[in-house]
């Protein structure tokens, strides 16, 4: 006997779940116009008007039952017990499991990566996962208090589940492929804002970078970290819009020998978990002559912030690090310092400075 019964409700769960939406909703409206028409025909005129009728039919269909509304006529009464609330119960049933069979699925998709994020924009893309070195992307980017509000979108191409998924900013999306064309529309790649590379492998970080330098919008701000540093030059050559990075383990080892704390400099210069960070700005609209005494002084009396150089590039073209006094500064330049929060180029009074 339980076999049976287990086997009905597998044949009645399979059902369901090849139940498209759509069936479901229609299968509901006609049973309610069924339910109305038949109410008509029995002459139940208080059970008519539509307000109240939808009352009537959901309290009594999901068999709720207050009592304060039911069928008069004997012709009404058979109805409601031989039809609507039987076939109301059923459909109920239905509409109950779809909508569980709807969530599960939603979950289940957002976990294992499959969910559409074409929508998206504005957002930030993480390219690769490393269990240590992604966390820590993620965590010094939630901690910058005044970073514009962004959705991160963490894009992998291994099979694993969501590993921030108790984590609300931060979205997952499992690929085939960095550079295939529908995968890439499916994080909305034309329309992010930032995107961090760190492959698998410099083979990867590379073949993604130069595929996807061409399909995000101008303003798009690309970081790529590579092991081997020819490959970063190479991408250099063929990618203006995309920031290349290697491990500088070797230069910090050597400045912590001749320099005593040199570490802890380039540590409490690149989180922004604790103390002072490096951050970055583009000059707004200046007055015709600004020089880099202005903007050093300024930034330090009004912001307590240090200037520390001034490139022509977001990717750090023409850098200019502890120029002269009388270096000019032009809009569009972009200003690196060092300050405890961000500084936001619209808090700046250019023309006053």
């Known amino acids: 006997m339980n076999l049976v019964i287990k086997r009905l409700l597998l044949i009645v769960r399979n059902h369901i779940d090849n139940l498209t939406w759509w069936a479901v909703i229609a299968t509901v409206l006609l049973h309610m116009?069924?339910?109305?028409?038949?109410?008509?025909?029995?002459?139940?005129?208080?059970?008519?008007?539509?307000?109240?009728?939808?009352?009537?039919?959901?309290?009594?269909?999901?068999?709720?039952?207050?009592?304060?509304?039911?069928p008069t006529t004997a012709a009404g009464k058979w109805f409601v017990a031989l039809l609507q609330i039987p076939v109301g119960l059923a459909l109920f049933g239905v509409f109950l499991g779809k909508t569980g069979q709807t969530i599960t699925n939603l979950i289940k998709r957002s976990m294992i990566g499959e969910k559409d994020f074409s929508?998206?924009?504005?957002?930030?893309?993480?390219?690769?996962?490393?269990?240590?070195?992604?966390?820590?992307?993620?965590?010094?980017?939630?901690?910058?208090?005044?970073?514009?509000?962004?959705?991160?979108?963490?894009?992998?191409?291994?099979?694993?589940?969501?590993?921030?998924?108790?984590?609300?900013?931060?979205?997952?999306?499992?690929l085939e492929s960095y550079t295939d064309r529908q995968e890439l529309n499916r994080i909305a790649i034309t329309k992010a804002d930032k995107v961090i590379i760190d492959g698998d492998d410099d083979n990867q970080t590379f073949t993604t970078a130069l595929k996807i330098s061409r399909l995000v919008k101008k303003q798009c701000h690309i970081s790529a970290f590579f092991v081997d540093e020819t490959k970063s030059d190479m991408l250099r050559e063929h990618c203006q819009n995309v920031e290349c990075s290697s491990s500088k383990s070797v230069e910090i080892l050597v400045r912590s020998m001749q320099d005593p704390g040199s570490s802890r400099v380039q540590e409490e210069l690149l989180s922004t978990l604790h103390g002072d960070t490096q951050f970055s700005l583009e000059v707004g609209k200046v007055a015709e002559k600004l020089t880099f005494e202005q903007v050093f002084f300024a930034f330090k009396k009004q912001y307590n912030a240090t200037v520390l150089g001034i490139a022509h590039s977001r990717v750090g073209d023409g850098l200019d690090l502890n120029p002269p006094l009388d270096y000019p500064v032009k809009s569009g330049d972009i200003l690196h310092y060092i300050s405890v929060d961000r500084i936001l180029s619209s808090e700046i009074d250019w023309q006053g400075l």
């Open 119 to 174: 929508r998206h924009s504005d957002h930030i893309i993480i390219f690769g996962w490393h269990p240590v070195r992604t966390a820590k992307m993620i965590n010094y980017i939630l901690a910058d208090s005044k970073r514009v509000e962004r959705r991160i979108l963490l894009a992998v191409s291994s099979d694993m589940t969501h590993p921030f998924s108790d984590n609300p900013h931060v979205d997952f999306a499992r």
């Open 33 to 70: 116009l069924f339910t109305w028409g038949v109410l008509w025909l029995a002459n139940e005129k208080a059970l008519l008007p539509v307000n109240e009728f939808f009352y009537y039919y959901i309290v009594t269909t999901s068999t709720v039952g207050y009592g304060d509304m039911s």
